[in-house]
């Protein structure tokens, strides 16, 4: 009887570790990232990985929690500035694929035309090296500044070599610039942070074209590139179902990637 007792217990617990999977912990910005974990979550249950998804809303974190080893993968931003803040931090940071790419744009509540700018008229742009410079360089193919070399990537307020109208460029982090808009011109968002603040695309006066190279990755240790679960959520996010999804719902401001 003990041994019949001791089995339906051991039963029991296995069919309760199936049913839990192996846990899984991704970081990512709650919009559109955490929206297309979400959508693959239960497609992760199936195949046996216990997706948590923990959100953040800046882009310094998210990789820290990785560094840590507090969440296993991260899902949040592009190779330029994973490559630039490992660098910078000293953390082996690695991209295990693309999934999607968030055109950066100019929007503004006062013009309807990238013309419209008058001089000493003020745009916030991103303060960190890689979206800040990705920000000059869209307004420098707009023809507002013109940088010393519009092909390098980190360039800063620095490198502007001419600013015909005298705009005054601010820098500030992502998670603050959309709520500033109001106040200013213009202002270069990223799509997430835009979107998530209600930003629409009606207010788009200046927008990079497809050939952007700022797909958005996810990003784990190096070493852990192989690991199963994150190869099978990578099967998931490149998944015919997300394309779809993202076509439909953003039309044109976030673009698949894969």
């Not at 490559?83 to 950066?104: Q, W, Y």
């Not at 707009?142 to 070399?149: E, P």
């Not at 240790?221 to 993202?246: C, H, T, W």
């Amino acid at each position: 009887m003990k041994k019949i007792l001791a089995l339906l217990v051991a039963l029991a617990l296995f069919v309760v570790s199936c049913g839990k999977g192996e846990k899984l912990k991704v970081g990512a910005t709650p919009v559109p990232h955490g929206e297309f974990l979400k959508l693959v979550k239960d497609d992760l249950k199936k195949q046996g990985v216990d997706l948590e998804i923990v959100e953040f809303n800046d882009y310094i974190l998210p990789n820290k929690a990785l560094a840590d080893k507090s969440i296993d993968a991260n899902f949040f931003q592009h190779v330029p500035y994973m490559e630039d803040f490992a660098k910078r931090n000293n953390i082996p940071l690695v991209s295990v694929g693309n999934v999607h790419l968030e055109p950066m744009a100019l929007y503004s509540k006062k013009i309807k035309n990238i013309k419209d700018l008058k001089p000493n008229d003020t745009l916030i742009i991103p303060n960190d090296p890689t979206n800040g410079g990705r920000a000059l360089i869209l307004l420098d193919k707009a023809g507002i500044i013109k940088l010393k070399d519009n092909k390098k990537l980190d360039s800063t307020t620095k490198d502007i070599a001419s600013n015909p109208k005298k705009i005054k460029i601010v820098t500030l982090s992502n998670e603050q610039i959309a709520p500033r808009l109001v106040e200013v011109a213009g202002a270069i968002i990223n799509s997430n942070f835009a979107i998530n603040a209600g930003v629409t695309k009606n207010e788009i006066i200046l927008q990079e074209d497809k050939n952007s190279p700022y797909a958005n990755v996810v990003t784990v240790l190096k070493g852990n590139e192989n690991d199963p679960r994150i190869q099978k959520l990578m099967k998931a996010l490149q998944s015919e179902k997300v394309k779809k999804y993202i076509e439909e719902k953003y039309e044109g401001r976030i673009i698949p990637a894969f």
